[in-house]
């Protein structure tokens, strides 16, 4: 680092700890995806589908420079490789709600925590974020308590994770 000028340095240190920014992302790579691999950008969507299934973009790249189209539909969950999460979208009003579901509907109070997809196979449990990143780590407890509680080998959960304290009113001043 000592022989670099300041702007260098700044980048070789980017590079290290995994946050270069290259002014593109997965969605990016996904288009160029479509052209190079697919043919053409109909298949878009599709591949943007297989990437929520599949998000090792490498395995992703792979699959689809192999066997083109033919790749799409084709991705399964696997177990300690994270899903990208379907988010809520918001709604400005009632009528725009029925609009995209009609029919009955149910509501419950949401406390607010954070979101969560637990991976189980055998004895490994895996816990990661909305960002995809393992997580595990950050709630040794949860893992605890999900090892005595979940009486499966395999399986993906998905939930938000709500801390409390035992005993505590929910308004109720913690010091």
């Known amino acids: 680092m000592q022989r670099v000028n300041p702007k260098e340095g700044k980048y070789i240190l980017r590079i290290i700890i995994g946050k270069l920014r290259l002014r593109f992302g997965d969605q990016f790579l996904l288009e160029e995806f479509s052209m190079a691999f697919v043919g053409d950008k109909k298949y878009l969507g599709k591949i943007k589908e297989s990437y929520s299934i599949c998000t090792d973009i490498g395995e992703l790249a792979e ?51 954070e979101r969560v997809q637990i991976h189980i196979n055998g004895n490994e449990i895996q816990a990661f974020s909305r960002r995809l990143e393992n997580i595990t780590f950050q709630y040794p407890d949860l893992i605890e308590a999900i090892r005595k509680s979940v009486l499966v080998d395999k399986i993906v959960l998905d939930g938000e994770i709500v801390a409390y304290i035992e ?3 929910r308004n109720e001043r913690i010091e």
């Open 63 to 113: 699959a689809f420079a192999e066997y083109g189209s033919q790749a799409l539909g084709h991705f399964s969950i696997k177990l300690g490789r994270p899903v990208k999460l379907m988010l809520a979208q918001p709604v400005e009003n009632f009528e725009e709600l029925e609009e995209r579901v009609p029919g009955k509907k149910a509501a419950e109070e949401k406390y607010d925590g």
């Open 167 to 169: 005993g505590k009113k």
